[in-house]
């Protein structure tokens, strides 16, 4: 029976995906006028359930996908038929669904075969090169050709929206949740200390490191010899890499880098310590999407191990610098950010552009407008 609430759902399932949309499904939780319900995919099995604890979501359902060393097809193909008798059983009115995964991909697609309207949030992130990141630049461009609504970080997103012919009615700018969640847990007083934190001396820098990426997979061991030689500068900084479980990534980091003093290797941190560990950096290397723009939040200044960004308004803000995965170039960069003073300072006082904190409560409020009658909120930035 339907009482007359906004039936939601939101789907997600690995853990870049469920750290943005947590703080939708909290503000779409606390509007008596919505019914929303959770589905995740279980695209990354133990960092998702981490997540959910850390956030407190009770998923309404799990498709559980998750296999050993599974590939994108494999990952697209479950998606896909565990989606369709969930949609047939909950019937919502939309379909949430986040960024650039597989899982959204794909279940954006289960939902357009269904009938159901996709909301698509974070979009409008391009590079215009779609093997850059892969398969990321592709699943959002997919999601947004799918999407009928469009829930922006940036006006620089819904520039690229528009430009794709996406009419101007169905956009809204919000800023990113990731902010959302990146200032929420920074503020809680029970952030754990990350692994071997305190086997860092406080008086020497630290590099935090993440990269995972399917493009990078080639070039892991240019990374690896480039962290090594880091590590070896004059100011001695140390390097802090929660190392991912990835065949194509571990083996190689771990040849690399096993033993070199300064170089911290740990397991894959859940994102409570992953936050302590952004507070505790001198600055970031990764080829990661969310940290581009979390780490600015604090003041971190970040280097992006990728060829291409879609998110440009942080090159132009100067909050990022995009340094590649070639070893020489990554080694100046990080150089130049631990020998000059200057340098460090400019990246790291450079004004986030990415949101103010409030960007779930926009979607909320934008899918009770358009799907209720009620008052559409001001856009992020007006």
Not at 66 to 77: F, N, P, R, V
Not at 238 to 257: K, M
């Amino acid at each position: 029976m339907n009482d007359g609430r906004l039936k939601v759902m939101s789907v997600f399932g690995t853990r870049p995906d469920t750290i943005k949309m947590a703080p939708v499904v909290r503000a779409l939780g606390e509007h008596p006028e919505i019914e929303h319900l959770v589905c995740v995919s279980a695209q990354h099995r133990q960092m998702l359930d981490e997540l959910l604890e850390l956030f407190a979501i009770e998923p309404d359902f799990d498709l559980d996908v998750m296999t050993e060393d599974q590939t994108l097809t494999e990952i697209t193909t479950r998606v896909l038929t565990g989606m369709e008798p969930v949609l047939d059983r909950a019937r919502p009115e939309v379909v949430l669904v986040h960024g650039d995964t597989t899982t959204s991909a794909a279940a954006a697609l289960a939902a357009f075969y269904a009938h159901v309207p996709v909301g698509h949030v974070e979009a409008g992130l391009r590079t215009g090169d779609r093997w850059l990141p892969y398969p990321e630049e592709m699943n959002r461009r997919l999601t947004g050709a799918i999407a009928s609504y469009h829930f922006a970080p940036t006006a620089l997103a819904r520039e690229h929206l528009l430009r794709e012919n996406v009419a101007a009615a169905d956009v809204l700018v919000t800023g990113n949740t990731v902010i959302d969640a990146f200032l929420a847990t920074a503020q809680r007083s029970d952030l754990p200390a990350p692994p071997r934190w305190s086997e860092l001396d406080a008086a020497r820098p630290v590099v935090l490191v993440t990269a995972h990426r399917r493009e990078n997979h080639p070039h892991m061991r240019d990374i690896g010899e480039a962290l090594r030689s880091i590590a070896g500068l004059p100011s001695r900084p140390q390097i802090y890499w929660p190392v991912h479980p990835s065949p194509r990534v571990f083996p190689v980091v771990h040849a690399i880098l096993d033993g070199v003093p300064g170089v911290i290797l740990t397991e894959p941190l859940d994102y409570a310590a992953m936050v302590a560990a952004v507070k505790g950096a001198t600055f970031v290397l990764t080829d990661s999407g969310g940290l581009q723009e979390e780490a600015p939040c604090l003041g971190k200044p970040v280097l992006v191990m990728r060829e291409e960004t879609e998110r440009p308004e942080g090159l132009a803000a100067g909050t990022l610098e995009l340094v590649g995965h070639a070893r020489d170039a990554i080694v100046g960069a990080a150089g130049r950010l631990l020998a000059d003073p200057h340098a460090y300072a400019a990246m790291a006082q450079a004004a986030n552009p990415y949101g103010d904190g409030r960007a779930a409560g926009r979607i909320a409020a934008w899918l009770l407008a358009r799907l209720r009658g009620g008052p559409y909120p001001a856009p992020f930035g007006a």
